[in-house]
């Protein structure tokens, strides 16, 4: 659960709009690298010229006079200037899912006896308001980009990112204002004081205070990890709250990623393995590195704090996963015999059969399914399936998560058990997202 929440905030990102709308930086058919993508805005893309293709220059008496370039295509007409109000308006649009996911949680833990781990994001909060405050922040983090024109590369996000996650770490060590510490010192004189390792959670926090030396600062991490709750709302959802910056420099790293991803669309076979022994062998391992230096420089990772560690752990979990599924893609492209990706002007084409795909029928389209540019990424049933209704399926999974919870104590069942109903409801969602694609379903929830 602690790794899912973080490669959910790192997926989101990597399918943002800022993700995506990476104008130029892509590669051609043949493999030759376009422009940087540092040029260009999130909202508005620079319309750039293709990069010419690398080509090996014919004897001089068989060299043919150069073509004639076309003339340059007029420029797109200029947007028109949003509004201070419209520009805060959409996001409260686009996230107004998320207020009534979040909305529905609280009422049901508050009336319908749903069970609450407050020590996940506190008394009242979840994940959806952090969602929330994170497009937010992301929001407000966009137009200060577009304001002072600075780089919007990978690169940037990416430094921008671990430059976050690094002073939100430093942050971490500094006091809490008296006004905490006094709360929380008033919250643990209201508890008994049993302290024994069967104690509560919260009794336990009491007996931490208690045996503090209550002349020393209280850094913000030992507040979040240890302090009593006390009433304020603050207090009470002291990891939801104080986790947002962590999970907002995930998100700048995970925007970072998806222009790494984004950037190899197009590539032929040659260039995609290229940069996937370029993204394996360096991304990966310089990735669990970050997470090593982290962990012990900073200490143990923390989903609570969403600390640096936790924050390098979930990058290298990520890129792992990704460079396995895109080595997995690369050999199936070249096994299957399947042709580089066409061009715009190429007609669509059939996927021959072979013994691989008939071996793969139940995972990839069966022999004689057309295909294009836009669905040669993945060619997978249940990856496309998935794509298709998203955040509908996202919907379903919660409601089924709420009636497991309803009918049993999740955290008092076995292993065995609680293995096959993890199963059971992967098989169940992914037949669910099948059956929708079977039946040409696409729900756009909002």
Known sequence: MDMGVGVFVLVSAMVSPQAQRAGGGTLTHSGSSGSSSGS????DAVATTPPARHTVNPPLRARRPAPT??????????????????????????????FVMGGSRLVSVARLNYQNHVSEYGRH????????????????????????????????????????????????RLPVPATLVAEATAAA???????????????????????????????????VLH?????????????????????????????????????????????????????????????WLVAAAAAAACGPVSRRLVNLPYIAWVVAHSATQLACLAAVEAVTLTHTGVPPPPSRSTPVVAVPASLWRRAASC?????????????????SIILDAMNDNYFALFLVANLATTAVNHTMRTLDVPHGPAMAILLVHAVAMTATAVAWRRCGLRLKVW
């Not at 260009?40 to 909202?43: A, T």
């Not at 999970?247 to 040659?270: D, E, N, P, Q």
């Open 40 to 43: 260009s805005d999130d909202d």
């Open 69 to 98: 370039p076309p003339p340059p295509s007029p420029p797109p007409p200029p947007a028109a200037t949003a509004t201070a109000a419209t520009a805060w308006h959409s996001p409260f649009v686009a996230l107004a899912p998320h």
């Open 125 to 172: 909060w979840n994940y959806s308001f952090t969602a929330i405050a994170i497009a937010l922040l992301a929001a407000a983090a966009g137009a200060a980009v577009r304001a002072l024109r600075l780089p919007v590369s990978a690169t940037a996000y990416l430094a921008a990112g671990g430059v976050v996650a690094a002073l939100y770490q430093v942050a971490l």
């Open 189 to 223: 004189t209201a508890l008994p004081a049993l302290c024994d390792h069967a104690a509560s959670p919260a009794v336990q926090d009491a007996c931490w205070m208690a045996g503090r030396n209550a002349t020393a600062p209280m850094p913000l991490q030992d507040w």
């Open 227 to 287: 302090a009593p709750r006390g009433p304020s709302f603050l207090a009470a959802n002291r990891e939801g709250v104080v986790g947002i910056v962590g999970c907002f420099a995930l998100y700048l790293v995970g925007v970072g990623m998806g222009r790494v991803v984004a950037a190899t669309r197009g590539a032929s076979a040659t260039a995609w393995q290229r940069r996937l022994l370029l993204f394996g062998a360096a991304g990966v391992g310089g990735a």
């Open 363 to 379: 995972f990839l389209p069966p022999a004689g399914t057309p295909f294009s540019r836009a669905t040669l990424v993945s060619r």
